[in-house]
């Protein structure tokens, strides 16, 4: 029995010059709808944290229901305000961080053109 760790070596490149990449949907794969961000600098030099989140009213902490099952209103008990609810951090190097930002800056530029399109289908 060795210790030695083996690593899978990179796959050559086709002739073409062309890459493939298969998709994989991880198990803690989902949608998260995005209403904001919250982040900054990570204390690892060149490092960043990007926190998403969701805004909603807060639930109820308590509420009460009358004999019939119907909830009573002015019982209620519940936070004042929003709730922002972080649903993931992305941790990244300055890198990533750049080709992300890349990658929004074109996709909102395709976006915008495609909202242009539509909104200039409807008023012809």
């Avoid at 062309?18 to 709808?33: G, L, P």
């Avoid at 990007?50 to 909603?56: A, D, K, Q």
């Avoid at 807060?58 to 119907?70: L, T, V, Y």
């Avoid at 800056?105 to 200039?120: H, M, P, W």
């Amino acid at each position: 029995m060795s210790d030695e760790v083996k690593t899978q070596q990179p796959q050559p490149t086709p002739a073409g010059g062309e890459t493939i990449y298969h998709y994989t949907k991880s198990n803690y794969f989902r949608v998260v709808h995005v209403d904001g961000v919250y982040g900054g600098p990570a204390p690892t030099l060149g490092n960043m944290v990007m926190t998403i989140f969701s805004e909603r009213v807060p639930f109820p902490d308590k509420s009460i229901n009358d004999a019939c099952g119907n909830e009573i209103v002015q019982k209620r008990e519940a936070k004042h305000g929003y709730e922002r609810e972080l649903e993931v951090s992305l941790a990244m190097n300055l890198a990533t961080a750049k080709i992300i930002q890349q990658w929004l800056d074109g996709a909102i530029k395709r976006t915008e053109a495609i909202q242009q399109q539509k909104q200039q289908t409807k008023t012809s």
